[in-house]
């Protein structure tokens, strides 16, 4: 492998780019490896099919990987408000959970400690 292979790596498998593919099309490699719709065994066989694929070819695969990259930079940016509201309610769901928490773990302690106390004085007084 050269230094110049890119590889991709998830659950699906390795994506090897050779050195030519890459430098014939720079931005279209980008998008196949970006695609969040194609497992790396579908992202290497766009990559292998590359170099024989038409000009048309090539031009509709790459109208269709930007369609997608820009439709779900859209949703993204549709949602993102709603996302972060909802992790800031998650948040403070968190954090009063801690604190009720904290509190009944606070309670126990004094709880476990006076009964500590209480029966250290009996121990106390029947020693006496």
Request: proline share 5%; net charge negative; hydrophobic share 35%.
């Amino acid at each position: 492998m050269s230094d110049d292979t890119t590889t991709a790596t998830d659950a699906s498998g390795v994506v090897t780019v050779p050195p030519e593919v890459r430098e014939q099309y720079p931005d279209l490699v980008d998008l196949v490896l970006a695609s969040e719709s194609m497992t790396n065994t579908e992202r290497q066989y766009w990559i292998d099919i590359l170099p024989v694929m038409t000009p048309d070819q090539v031009t509709q695969l790459r109208t269709i990987l930007t369609n997608e990259k820009d439709q779900l930079a859209a949703i993204d940016a549709k949602y993102a408000p709603e996302i972060e509201k909802q992790a800031a309610v998650d948040l403070e769901g968190v954090e009063e959970e801690r604190h009720r928490k904290r509190q009944e773990l606070s309670s126990k302690e004094v709880a476990d400690q006076t009964a500590a106390e209480k029966a250290a004085e009996d121990i106390l007084s029947q020693m006496d």
